[in-house]
């Protein structure tokens, strides 16, 4: 028997571009370290090529599109300095997208797990949300330290639900079970590449137009164009109306 819609249980977030307006802080970073080698590129080539990657695979994306070769003790020193080069950007202050801590603020008093699936640093993720005062509210974060495989793959947010299901049993729809199962949990994303990596999971995406436009997320399950357009409500409705 097909099941019917899922009720909604947990949020997973991604970070970049979705609670905070890091794009063009990471940009920055990697500019930083690739200008002195001559491989900076604009700000649209940046989103249009490497936004969805993590550190390794933007850098090795770079180096692979202008045919330059990339030894194992230049990755890690390119690796180390944008990682260095981010964090004293940060250190001057990061504001997060209007409605996106009000969101996280609703989903908690509605006693709704929450979790975040980034292709950042985790060193990162956290000094954004300490700072923001938010760092409490996720109870997993997986970052680009924890996987394997980056994002097109799917690896970030099936670690991330597996943690929620370890984190909060209750969520499983059969405790009986391994509680595999992704239903009722909801992805928020702002790219194609994180939008396939959710839907390779088996989640229910919302798709952001923070980066791109909403008519670029069409493999989302539902867009809005801005985190400030959505609600508990809102994502219950959506939820709701998805045929699985």
């Known amino acids: 028997m097909t099941p019917g819609p899922a ?7 991604d970070f970049d571009g979705v609670i905070v307006d890091s794009e063009p802080l990471h940009y920055q970073a990697f500019c930083d370290v690739l200008e002195p080698l001559g491989l900076a590129h604009s700000y649209d080539v940046y989103v249009e090529r490497y ?22 003790d230049t990755f890690e020193r390119l690796l180390r300095a944008k990682e ?10 990061v504001v997060p997208f209007a409605g996106a801590k009000e969101l996280v603020e609703e989903l908690l008093r ?5 979790a975040i699936a980034s292709g950042a640093k985790g060193d990162e993720i956290r000094l954004i949300l300490q700072g923001l005062g938010m760092l409490h509210a996720f109870s997993a974060i997986v970052s680009a330290d924890d996987v394997a495989a980056g994002k097109p793959h799917p690896e970030t947010y099936q670690r991330a639900l597996q943690a929620l299901f370890s984190r909060h049993p209750a969520l499983r729809s059969n405790p009986a079970t391994d509680g595999s199962s992704p239903q009722g949990v909801v992805v928020i994303e702002d790219t194609p590449t994180g939008i396939q990596a959710a839907r390779s999971a088996g989640l229910f995406v919302v798709g952001v137009g923070h980066t791109y436009p909403v008519s670029e997320l069409y493999q989302a399950h539902w867009a809005v ?20």
Not at 84 to 93: D, L, M, P, S, Y
Not at 110 to 114: D, E, S
């Open 7 to 13: 009720a909604l249980k947990a949020v997973i977030f």
């Open 110 to 114: 509605a006693g709704l797990p929450l």
């Open 51 to 72: 936004i969805g990657f993590d550190d390794r695979d933007a850098i090795r994306a770079i180096f692979q599109d202008t045919g330059r070769p990339l030894d194992a």
């Open 225 to 244: 164009p801005r985190i400030a357009d959505l609600s508990v409500e809102r994502l219950r409705d959506a939820l709701l109306r998805h045929e699985p």
């Open 84 to 93: 260095e080069a981010f964090q004293k950007i940060v250190a001057r202050g």
